[in-house]
């Protein structure tokens, strides 16, 4: 599975996979499903039931046409107020960042719009056609880009990473499992917090070990400082990478 790497603002390399063409294209049709399901279900509550009659008038070329704005604009609104995410992104686990790993803007959302083609749908006739060729195009550029990226995502200078199953496999992958059974958790109000709080954690330990720079230290050390805050320590253990394993397994004792 290919992978990204981040640099974050403390110099920190964090890695994500890349979302894979079947993942994105799983992605694309829940979300086509969720929108033929909202057009059938309100085109037979307004009684458009005739719609596909080479006979329509203008009044229904107008109800058919609100119909499907929603579904024109719903990945350029829908992905800008949630970062980058669809539901159907929500549903595989995926997301969509800058290729510098931040969180993409109203630009980015806006270039992947245009080159998605969504705005064909505003025709009824062959133009829909050209939505079907732009989205077969993507899959192969996506096939053949080093990135996975589609050409919307080329012009926009974004990708799009798998967010669950990373955490998932991060935290079983980790370290050996233990059990209450035979391991007492040494900071149990670890539980406060998130997957994502340990992924970090668990990327400092990985990278620290890597890459045994001044600027790796340096974050992991702010980290612990800071984790240690959070659990209401009076100060932090001097050991400092032993802590933050320990808070690791702690985690992974107490919510698996």
Same mark, same amino acid.
């Given at each position: ?19 894979? #063409?079947?993942?994105? /294209? ?5 979300? +086509? ?9 309100? =085109?037979?509550?307004?009684?458009? /039931?005739?719609?596909? !009659? ?8 107008? =109800? ?14 829908? %992905?800008h107020l949630t ?7 929500? #549903?595989?686990? #995926? ?13 980015? +959302? ?15 006739d062959f133009f ?17 880009s080093e990135r996975? &990226?589609?050409?919307? !995502? ?5 990708? +799009? ?17 233990? =059990? ?8 149990? &109000?670890?539980?406060?917090? $998130?997957? %994502? !709080?340990?992924?970090?954690?668990? $990327? /400092? ?12 230290? !340096? ?18 253990? =001097?050991?400092?990478? %032993? ?9 992974? +004792?107490? /919510?698996?």
């Amino acid at each position: 599975m290919k992978s990204i790497e981040f640099v974050s603002a403390q110099n920190v390399k964090v890695e994500y996979e890349l979302a894979s #063409i079947a993942q994105r /294209t799983a992605a694309a049709a829940i979300d +086509v499903a969720v929108f033929l399901i909202y057009f059938f279900v309100f =085109s037979n509550i307004l009684g458009l /039931t005739h719609m596909f !009659d080479s006979n329509v008038g203008s009044e229904m070329f107008v =109800s058919l046409l609100f119909l499907k704005i929603p579904w024109i604009f719903y990945n350029p609104i829908v %992905e800008h107020l949630t970062n980058g995410q669809s539901l159907g992104k929500y #549903i595989m686990g #995926i997301r969509v960042v800058t290729v510098n790993g931040e969180r993409v803007g109203f630009r980015e +959302v806006f270039t992947r719009w245009i080159f998605k083609g969504d705005f064909f749908w505003i025709s009824a006739d062959f133009f829909v056609l050209f939505w079907f060729g732009l989205g077969i195009l993507g899959i192969i550029f996506g096939n053949t880009s080093e990135r996975k &990226q589609r050409l919307g !995502d080329v012009m926009a200078n974004t990708v +799009v990473i798998k967010l669950k199953t990373a955490v998932q496999y991060s935290l079983k992958d980790v370290l050996s499992i233990k =059990s209450q059974e035979n391991y007492e958790p040494v900071y149990p &109000q670890v539980i406060q917090f $998130t997957d %994502e !709080d340990m992924l970090l954690i668990k $990327t /400092t330990i990985q990278r620290v070990r890597k890459y045994p720079n001044k600027a790796t230290k !340096d974050f992991a050390i702010d980290l612990a400082n800071r984790s240690a805050e959070l659990l209401g320590l009076q100060e932090t253990p =001097s050991k400092r990478m %032993e802590f933050l394993q320990t808070l690791l397994q702690d985690y992974i +004792v107490l /919510t698996r």
